[in-house]
T-cell receptor, first 109, second 117 residues
Framework: GQNIDQPTEMTATEGAIVQINCTYQTSGFNGLFWYQQHAGEAPTFLSYNVLDGLEEKGRFSSFLSRSKGYSYLLLKELQMKDSASYLCAVRDSNYQLIWGAGTKLIIKP | GAGVSQSPRYKVAKRGQDVALRCDPISGHVSLFWYQQALGQGPEFLTYFQNEAQLDKSGLPSDRFFAERPEGSVSTLKIQRTQQEDSAVYLC???????????????FGPGTRLTVT
């Protein structure tokens, strides 16, 4: 079966750094996405990785290791508005997105 | 507004009623996806359209679920004889091109929250 695992909830302090991990087992791999979803709102795109390594975009970075079936999303200089759920999704061999359950990130002052 | 829109935003249905959920994708987007998202979970794929063709409906949970996109733009997800387990947020997403091994992000609508009582 296909499986994507990420922690259910994490807590961090404003101004700090947090790393959200994602491990996956899917039938095929055609890229990994990270989306942000505020409560009651639509998911919005954060990052895309298809090759191994680190992709940096402002305060957010995403890392991929295909051999380990592993990715992480790194958020720096945390702000209160970063409180949201972070969803990891893998595009499988059918080019459809398989989603994790999301990691709820709580930012404390 | 150039984003994906969905209506209604909230729908309460009595068990056994039929419901129709509408999605207006971004103009010109070829691909349209429907997802079901239960509380505290990630989206679950339901079905995929490329223009007016429904290329994948493997995620539809039962034959009570039906989706169409007759002119390759607006799509409707219909649920017949609703059951309590159908209660969820139904998300629609569109992308410019068909899925492929490249950066092709999906743009999501705000969703329709369906509650079946």
């Amino acid at each position: 079966g296909q499986n994507i695992d990420q922690p259910t909830e994490m807590t961090a302090t404003e101004g700090a750094i947090v790393q959200i991990n994602c491990t996956y087992q899917t039938s095929g791999f055609n890229g990994l996405f990270w989306y942000q979803q505020h409560a009651g709102e639509a998911p919005t795109f954060l990052s895309y990785n298809v090759l191994d390594g680190l992709e940096e975009k402002g305060r957010f970075s995403s890392f991929l290791s295909r051999s380990k079936g592993y990715s992480y999303l790194l958020l720096k200089e945390l702000q209160m508005k970063d409180s949201a759920s972070y969803l990891c999704a893998v595009r499988d061999s059918n080019y459809q997105l398989i989603w994790g359950a999301g990691t709820k990130l709580i930012i404390k002052p | 507004g150039a984003g994906v829109s969905q209506s209604p935003r909230y729908k309460v249905a009595k068990r056994g009623q039929d419901v129709a959920l509408r999605c207006d994708p971004i103009s010109g987007h070829v691909s349209l996806f429907w997802y079901q998202q239960a509380l505290g979970q990630g989206p679950e794929f339901l079905t995929y359209f490329q223009n007016e063709a429904q290329l994948d409906k493997s995620g539809l949970p039962s034959d009570r679920f039906f989706a169409e996109r007759p002119e390759g733009s607006v799509s409707t997800l219909k649920i017949q004889r609703t059951q309590q387990e159908d209660s969820a947020v139904y998300l629609c997403a569109s992308s410019l091109f068909p899925p492929a091994p490249r950066h092709e992000e999906q743009y999501f609508g705000p969703g329709t929250r369906l509650t079946v009582t």
